[in-house]
């Protein structure tokens, strides 16, 4: 069972546009979310987190929304590079599973130029 | 600073054959764990480890073996394998679990790893 859904395999947007990823979640004890960036022939590398006790959290172009009554997070990005093409994983971890993380299966992100 | 380094990138091996894949980190982090990724799939946590001589196991751990002698070193071994143990493997670390903000992995680059 699936604890940590991104039902999008792969998105295509134009560059200098907006990317929207979503991620669900079914364990409502999850309060800990993650997201992770991939590149080919690389290892994951940490993109921006949230903590449910904020609905918000803002790094640079990237922005994570965190919908608790849904228990649905979305990672936005704004404006979108080339560079941002890669794939992202969703992640979420909670007291009750000593922190460790269950992953989505990634949305695979293609920014045109 | 090297971070999380794997060894080797690649390999092809027998069913049957055994094989241990190295993962060393720098970063003088206590947890380490080790990832499996099959094709169209998340990641699934094999063995973790709290620190040096403490392992335990993660969601599919069957087929392997893991050893945390010192807190640099965290080596995956793989006994007798199969095909389904086909896929790339990922080392990471982490300084600090932070029960309360949650967990920040660093990622080695990866064994793609084929049992034929």
């Known amino acids: 069972d699936q604890q940590v859904k991104q039902n999008s395999p792969s998105l295509s947007v134009q560059e200098g546009r907006i990317s929207i990823l979503n991620c669900d979640y079914t364990?409502?004890?999850?309060?800990?979310f993650l997201w992770y960036k991939k590149y080919p022939a690389e290892g994951p590398t940490f993109l921006i987190s949230?903590?449910?006790i904020k609905d918000k959290n803002e790094d640079g172009r990237f922005t994570v929304f965190l919908n608790k009554s849904a228990k649905h997070l979305s990672l936005h990005i704004v404006p979108s590079q080339p560079g941002d093409s890669a794939v992202y994983f969703c992640?979420?971890?909670?007291?009750?599973?000593?922190?460790?993380?269950?992953w989505g299966l990634g949305t695979s992100l293609a920014v045109n130029p | 600073n090297a971070g999380v380094t794997q060894t080797p990138k690649f390999r092809i091996l027998k069913i049957g054959q055994s094989m241990t894949l190295q993962c060393a980190q720098d970063?003088?982090?206590?947890?380490m764990y080790w990832y499996r990724q099959d094709p169209g799939m998340g990641l699934k946590l094999i063995y973790y480890?709290?620190?040096?001589?403490?392992?335990d196991k993660g969601e599919v751990p069957n087929g392997y073996n893991v050893s945390r002698s010192t807190t640099e070193d965290f080596p995956l071994r793989l006994e007798l394998a199969a095909p389904s143990q086909t896929s790339v493997y990922f080392c990471?670390?982490?300084?600090?679990?932070?029960?309360?903000?949650?967990?920040?992995?660093?990622f080695g680059s990866g064994t793609q790893l084929s049992v034929l």
């Open positions: 364990n409502s004890m999850f309060d800990y």
């Open positions: 990471a670390s982490s300084g600090d679990r932070v029960v309360l903000l949650g967990e920040k992995l660093f």
């Open positions: 970063m003088n982090h206590n947890y």
């Open positions: 992640a979420a971890s909670s007291n009750g599973n000593n922190r460790k993380l269950i």
């Open positions: 949230i903590s449910s």
């Open positions: 480890s709290v620190g040096a001589g403490i392992t």
